[in-house]
């Protein structure tokens, strides 16, 4: 039998335990122990029922996600829980930690689960780009009914062992040690003589056709151009509709069809670059890198992210000072809070009582003495180097030693910052996204002093706080910002040149986009993107200063969504539409600038918003400002809503090929003479040698 589980004889119980760190992923050693164990168990006189656990991490996060795209090895999961389905003697489930995925699917394939009552259940293949592909479509909905488990698979939701409890998942919930309930539990089922009960022999309710049809209607406006959701929806229809065994081939079969689908492969790509992006590979070989203690918070500003970064710790539990030179702003950034809280519970997601613990760990105060004991700072103040330098030695000033000094800045220049301080090795970028509170990606910066062990930290805060940390080195804009811009640039351009702000936004929108760079500029406000562009005037190229759309939107006062009218005009319940004057103003604007206008085709908007973009992330990984292309992929995915299904715009672009995005680049640089267009020389070094972002 394989080491990664073991058989362990306690009296007539075996206790099988899966040990395969770190999530013990059910590979190929473990299918075959497992069903090696079950053997076992049913040849041995001895034994009379079976417990199934997990080690100290949990029960298991599923199939091997490394093991995909390489061709199937046997065991087959499937037939693995068939062998212990069929059992003769009694298998029971010990949950603890996640049963995820393959790991639920081998639990249900028990004939009773307990859980200890933090452990967490779900069935997330459609992440992946997948369905559960090991009967789980096939047995969910037999266990706790159609609605439920629709919910679970197509949605992927993750329930509590209490709501397990509830929906029948599980049969008990184990308050004290697991192993010893699960051991009594299987003793007791012993006694009692109490048969076996096989999931896949249960009728699966039937259920009303209009429950799919208002599924799939929702998952086309809600998951738009993901295939996955849509199949599981099918698989879950298929156990409606067929006994087990034909449900069982249904599943394999758009199983087989989900894991060889490009969409998938993508998705694969996006799960595991998230968790490489969490380690800094210069970092990984010296294991004496420790963290510091985060204890207390600071963050000064009680503007737009001032107070979502405060409400990201305060719901970790971490409590932080929010310090405002203002005392109305911090007023109103408080009033914020409480809002945005008391909208997540007007919506079931927060008690009163989680809302009043989580509003009284932010410590409002006008004063910076406050920040004398926190252990991080992190400032988010106007965006002018001056002003941040003047806040940064105020912090070196008052902060104990030791204390990380962070900024929030989208586009300064970290060591500059640093230089106002006299401990430059303890400041960084950490650059959240608008709604910090919601937004995963968390942009950490280091600078050319800072410690490891400060970036270490700004790592790990990043994953206790629930976001998605990705480290990056320094330079204008950093990796979003950078690649966003080349992106913004260009849409103006194609705005003077003949196109609109509803084609254009629709080309990005169909790509897969939730939105294009004008319904974005509304959302975010016009005024935002204007004071950007002040700012930034004297880094503009001529034809960018003439290219004054924005100025022109600003000036009339249209800020966007919040003042019902930018590039669109809006109803009172935000609903967009296309505004004529906004049409005649910019073909104005391309008489005015001698521009004859012209037909753009779609191909074109995508190729000039998209094929800047892959430039500059191969110019960001020559330049070193990132270590891998995953971890462009991971800032596009989590801080821009770049589609999932397409990896982001590196694994996309090794998808259309590498060559057609280079000689589209050399296409354009002969139309526009424009050296700005000139492909990155380690695109074209990766061209030469027939390479590509990902081997
Ligand atoms: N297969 C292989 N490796 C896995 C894995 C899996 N299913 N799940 C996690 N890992 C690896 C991660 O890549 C990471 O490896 P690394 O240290 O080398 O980077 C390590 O385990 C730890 O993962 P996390 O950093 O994510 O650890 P957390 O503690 O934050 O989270 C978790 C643990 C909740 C289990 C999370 O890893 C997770 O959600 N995993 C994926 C679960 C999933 O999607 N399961 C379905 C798989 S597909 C399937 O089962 C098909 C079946 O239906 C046939
Ligand atoms: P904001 O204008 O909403 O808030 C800034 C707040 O800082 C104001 O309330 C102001 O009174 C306060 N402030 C100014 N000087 C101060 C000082 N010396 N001490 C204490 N408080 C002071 O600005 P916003 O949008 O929150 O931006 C803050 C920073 O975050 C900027 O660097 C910006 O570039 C960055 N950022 C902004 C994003 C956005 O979408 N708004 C996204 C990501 C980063």
């Known amino acids: 039998m394989a080491e990664s589980v073991s058989f362990d004889a306690r009296g007539e119980i075996a206790l099988i335990k899966i040990e395969n760190p770190p999530v013990n992923a059910l590979s190929q050693a473990v299918r075959s122990g497992l069903a090696a164990a079950i053997c076992r168990g049913e040849q041995d006189t001895r034994i009379k029922a079976m417990v199934l656990i997990g080690g100290e991490r949990g029960f298991s996060a599923g199939a091997d996600i490394r093991e995909f795209g390489e061709p199937p090895r046997q065991p087959l999961l499937l037939d693995v829980i068939d062998v212990i389905e069929r059992s003769s003697k009694p298998v029971i489930a010990a949950i603890q930690g996640t049963a995820l995925g393959g790991g639920l699917e081998v639990a249900l394939g028990c004939h009773f689960r307990i859980a200890s009552p933090d452990a967490v259940m779900g069935l997330p293949e459609v992440k992946l780009g997948l369905l559960p592909g090991a009967g789980g479509t096939q047995r969910l909905p037999r266990l706790i009914g159609v609605s439920a488990a629709l919910e679970m698979i197509v949605e992927g939701t993750v329930v509590s062992a209490q709501r397990a409890l509830v929906l029948g998942l599980v049969d008990e919930l184990a308050p004290g040690g697991l192993e010893a309930h699960a051991l009594d539990f299987a003793r007791g089922i012993v006694a009692s003589g109490k048969p076996v009960r096989r999931v896949s022999m249960l009728d699966c309710e039937p259920s009303d056709q209009s429950v799919f049809e208002a599924y799939v209607e929702t998952v086309e406006r809600k998951r738009r151009g993901y295939i996955a959701p849509l199949r599981c929806i099918a698989a879950v229809r298929a156990a409606t509709e067929l006994p087990f065994k034909k449900g069982l081939e249904r599943e394999r079969a758009m199983f087989l069809e989900l894991a060889a689908s490009p969409q998938s492969k993508a998705q694969r790509h996006a799960f595991l670059s998230e968790r490489a992006a969490a380690k800094i590979p210069d970092m990984r070989a010296k294991t004496a890198i420790g963290t510091l203690p985060i204890d207390l918070v600071g963050v000064v500003g009680a503007g737009t992210m001032g107070t979502g970064i405060a409400m990201c710790f305060a719901n970790a539990g971490v409590p932080v000072m929010l310090v405002e030179a203002n005392a109305d702003n911090l007023e109103r950034g408080m009033a914020l809070v409480r809002k945005n809280y008391a909208r997540t519970m007007a919506r079931g997601g927060l008690s009163q009582a989680e809302m009043d613990k989580r509003v009284a760990l932010i410590r409002p105060s006008v004063s910076n003495d406050q920040l004398a004991q926190a252990d991080l700072v992190i400032e988010a103040v106007f965006e002018e180097l001056e002003v941040k330098q003047k806040v940064f030695r105020m912090?070196?000033?008052?902060?104990?030693?030791?204390?990380?000094?962070?900024?929030?800045?989208?586009?300064?220049?970290?060591?500059?910052?640093?230089?106002?301080?006299?401990?430059?090795?303890?400041?960084?970028?950490?650059?959240?996204?608008?709604?910090?509170?919601?937004?995963?990606?968390?942009?950490?910066?280091?600078?050319?002093?800072?410690?490891?062990?400060?970036?270490?930290?700004?790592?790990?805060?990043?994953?206790?706080?629930?976001?998605?940390?990705?480290?990056?080195?320094?330079?204008?804009?950093?990796?979003?910002?950078?690649?966003?811009?080349?992106?913004?640039?260009?849409?103006?351009?194609?705005?003077?040149?003949?196109?609109?702000?509803?084609?254009?936004?629709?080309?990005?929108?169909?790509?897969?986009?939730?939105?294009?760079?004008?319904?974005?500029?509304?959302?975010?406000?016009?005024?935002?993107?204007?004071?950007?562009?002040?700012?930034?005037?004297?880094?503009?190229?001529?034809?960018e200063r003439a290219c004054d759309i924005l100025d022109q939107i600003h000036a009339l006062g249209r800020f966007g969504q919040k003042t019902g009218a930018g590039f669109y005009r809006y109803d009172a319940d935000r609903h967009r539409s296309v505004d004529p004057e906004i049409e005649a103003l910019i073909v104005n604007h391309s008489k005015k600038r001698n521009i004859e206008r012209r037909q753009i085709s779609d191909v074109e908007i995508l190729e000039r918003c998209l094929y800047p973009m892959i430039n500059e992330g191969a110019k960001l990984l020559e330049e070193g400002i990132v270590d891998r292309p995953g971890d462009i992929d991971v800032v596009w995915l989590k801080g821009y809503g770049f589609p999932a299904f397409l990896g982001g715009p590196l694994f996309y672009a090794d998808q259309i090929g590498l060559p057609v995005v280079y000689e589209a680049l050399l296409k354009y640089q002969v139309v526009h003479g424009d050296q700005y267009w000139k492909p990155a020389a380690l695109l074209e070094n990766m061209v030469r040698s027939g390479k590509r972002f990902y081997t």
């Open 395 to 543: 912090l070196d000033q008052i902060c104990k030693p030791g204390a990380i000094l962070a900024s929030n800045t989208s586009y300064l220049n970290i060591d500059l910052i640093a230089d106002a301080t006299a401990r430059p090795e303890y400041v960084l970028g950490m650059h959240f996204f608008s709604p910090a509170n919601v937004m995963p990606l968390l942009e950490n910066v280091r600078g050319a002093r800072t410690l490891p062990q400060v970036c270490a930290t700004a790592m790990k805060i990043g994953k206790l706080i629930g976001k998605t940390p990705v480290m990056v080195r320094v330079c204008d804009g950093f990796v979003g910002n950078r690649m966003l811009a080349k992106r913004t640039r260009e849409s103006y351009f194609m705005l003077e040149e003949g196109a609109t702000p509803q084609q254009i936004d629709k080309v990005l929108y169909d790509f897969g986009f939730p939105m294009g760079p004008f319904a974005m500029s509304d959302l975010a406000g016009v005024d935002v993107g204007w004071l950007n562009r002040q700012s930034r005037l004297a880094n503009l190229t001529s034809r």
